[in-house]
Structure formats: C-alpha cells, structure tokens
C-alpha cells in the first residue's frame, strides 16, 4: 500500500485499494489505432515522491507528451493525499487546454 499511497492515511489507503479492480489484460496487448495524446492538448503531473513510478521515469514518458509539466510534492495518488492542491491545480491549468 505504501507504493501507491504513502502520504494517505491508512484509513483512506485500504478504502482506496477496496475499491481498486483488475485493468484488463487487453490494455497492454492490443495494438494502439490512436493514441489522443498526440490529438487533444495534454500535460502531466510529475508526482515527485511517487514510489510506484520514479520521477524520472515520468519525466521520460512526458517527452511523448509535448504539453506542460506540473509538479506536485506527492506520491502516486495526489487526489487522495492532497485533494485540495490536486484541484488547485486542475482548475488552473483546465482553461488553458480548451
């Protein structure tokens, strides 16, 4: 649990995993016909603490994205750990891809 949701409350992590659900396997195996990056403006949120997938590996996938780069000081779920800043952020940045 610490992976994804270090910085949560053990309360709110097990709520949050209770809630998780397999992602099928047809997500890494069947072939991309369109990726909507490459078609709708997008950025991403670098979380700097994230334990399941390192800083730098994210700063090597936002190459593909070309859009802006955010950064949060959280790890892999700012939604649950710091909602308010995560929302924050979200609103800033939402009229700016429209």
């Known amino acids: 649990m610490a992976t994804f949701h270090g910085d949560v409350p053990a309360r709110e992590a097990e709520a949050a995993v209770a809630?998780?659900?397999?992602?099928s396997l047809k997500s890494f195996t069947q072939p991309l016909s369109r990726a909507a990056w490459c078609t709708v403006p997008s950025g991403y949120v670098v979380r700097e603490r994230d334990r399941a997938l390192a800083p730098a590996r994210q700063e090597d996938m936002v190459v593909?994205?070309?859009g802006p780069v955010h950064r949060l000081p959280s790890h892999?779920?700012?939604?649950?750990?710091?909602?308010?800043?995560c929302a924050s952020l979200f609103a800033r940045i939402a009229p700016s891809s429209a």
């Open 64 to 66: 593909r994205t070309a």
């Open 19 to 23: 809630r998780l659900v397999p992602q």
């Open 76 to 85: 892999h779920s700012p939604f649950l750990s710091m909602p308010a800043a």
